[in-house]
């Protein structure tokens, strides 16, 4: 969940510039991409849209594609971006545009699912712990009869059909995942909003039957709500497109637009030296958030992060370690995380709400730079797990 | 339902300007309200605006606000557009912004129902017909557990809690409407889509619980994918922006900011002369497109119109009458008027899906101007019900 925070700072409205008291809470609940926005500042108008006020009024896009409300310049960047990145096949794949990728889980949700029986049970949904936590959220809002959270694929017994998120680099602890109920009646969403070179070594293009990306994460444009879906089967793509129809009645042109011109320029940019290339750019800021929150959980005697692995990346053509865009920090002790540092007045996500323990918080590392030095220097201050917690 | 039709006129795609051949298929089926174009087109660089690479990223628009990924100049241009135009009350509404009203809807539903109660029937959701054809599919294509489509309100006898959709004017046949079933245990949602001077008079403020509009039809933006709704109670409110935040994790940035502009400019335009004015222009270019429609339904053996009543609109300061965005076409002698239609190649959408008869469809009025005229042209030469169907 985003929204509100009493007091919070308003890291989130790029207008505002206030100085951080030692009084001012840093929200590092959401993955708010805003690390990314002094690279496209530093871009100036290449990657300026102007829409007279007489463009895109119409409903449709490209009448000839399932997919009619998908403007054809943006599907044509998403391909070339997957070919320039090397992250996932594109190449005879339907590509389905959706409000953010919150909107393309639903309908790959619905596509794998539709038109059901009366009769039947919702389709179980489950997905390795630990999961996303909204993942529980977005399939239980509406009490769907077509399909039903089901919890941790790992602890998944029940016979039948199902249906099993694959997320990867995962959310919240970015490590690589497989499927892990592998039976014959199960269908897969793999979500790899984070398969980026800036998160994650690139060690191959992904291929698997619905894949999910989203422009928040690529290129840091959250505000955008532009996600899109890579879809080998026509039919499920037909059922996505359809679901998004009813949902919405398509997706923002202007954002698509926006979408396609900068994604263009990523691409454009991934041809030049490493600094004007994004993600390369992005893949050292990261490299460098995570050396120093390194440093600082070293030297704490309560605090632990996950370990990488090497992995031969072969966007930067060098063997590298994840830098995942949150950190899963674990306290020692039985300590509830997200308490301890909401004491510290910094709000994080607890473990809880991603179907493990509390000793577990999430915690964004892409927030402003102001925000991730002021979260080192407070976390760098926490020496005991009781530290700043009222008992009262 | 929108979507790709076999050799229909790309009248949909503005890049695209063919000339209409007398094989071309006319789709008049959804609203789509390109015949606005030419006026937005006129005004220039005045409507235009610029976004560049580093704007708009945050998932966040104003974290104080109720709905905190609502833009605040777009939250004041609604307000004073109300105000200005004189056709809802806004002043202390809670403001809140969806993707197009299609998502409102649906908003609306969740909030009155949720979160529901596990072994309770889903809340029955009811509308006066002829109602609005994707009312029944929105509300049913998930199978929630929350709320159910129940039909036509007129015949609506079930006991308990309800909800009932008043749709006014009405779409498909223009009508201005009030609740019909009017029980204690009654909850409304108000969907004045078409209430603004270009489709009907403007006769007081409209003052309901919850009241949803749309950027497609108040100027003709439909591909912005932009709506609101004023909501007079909190919590509903609050609970709408959820729907949202789970279903989309907001709206799109871009498309709010156009929004802005372009009714930040009609609210200018209505300070202006006739001509300058967007829904003086709109409401004279409706009343000659459908003075045009009923010579030709006035010479015709088979077909009718429903007529409207004089009314004073506030806005204009004249006795006018509706010019719906719709013709809600009859045919006699029981012919299928959709069929009808179809076998002379223009596409509409038969009574059946907004629960009446097949002597019915309902017929855009928005297109561009080529298609409406050609429209006419081909209706004038029906004279018989069975011209054109082959009965084999």
Redesign the interface.
Known sequence: ?????KN?V?A???TKKLLLSPDSIINLD?G???M??????K????????????D???????????C??LEPQLSDAIKRLHRTVGNAVSEDRYVVV???S??LY?AAL?ALT?P?RAEADPISVVCAAPYYS?YQ??TD??????YKWAGDAYSFDKDGPYIEIVTSPNNPDGAILEAVVNRKEGKLIHDLAYYWPQYTPITHPADYDIMLFTF?KST???????GWALVNDKVVARKM?K?I???????????Q??AAK?LG?AIEGCQHSDSENFFKYGQCLMAERWEKLRDVVKNSQIFSLPKYPQEWCNFISKYSESHPAFAWLKCKEDTNCESLLRAHKILTRGGERFGVGQEYARISLLSRERDFNQFLERLSGIKTAGQGIRTT
Chains 1, 2 share one sequence.
Request: proline content about 6%; glycine content about 12%; some cysteine.
């Open positions: 969940m985003i929204g509100p925070a919070s308003p989130t409205n790029p959401h708010d991409p805003t990314f926005e002094p690279y496209w500042r871009l100036g108008e290449k990657c300026t849209v102007e829409i007279s006020g007489s895109l009024m119409s409903y449709c896009s490209d009448i000839g594609n399932i009619w409300f959706g409000t953010g919150t909107q639903q619905f539709s059901g909204s959220e977005e809002f509406l009490r769907s009869g077509l928040s840091g444009h959250a505000g955008s709500r532009i497109t679901f129809e009813v949902s919405s009645t398509g997706v923002s042109k202007e954002s637009l926006r900068i320029v």
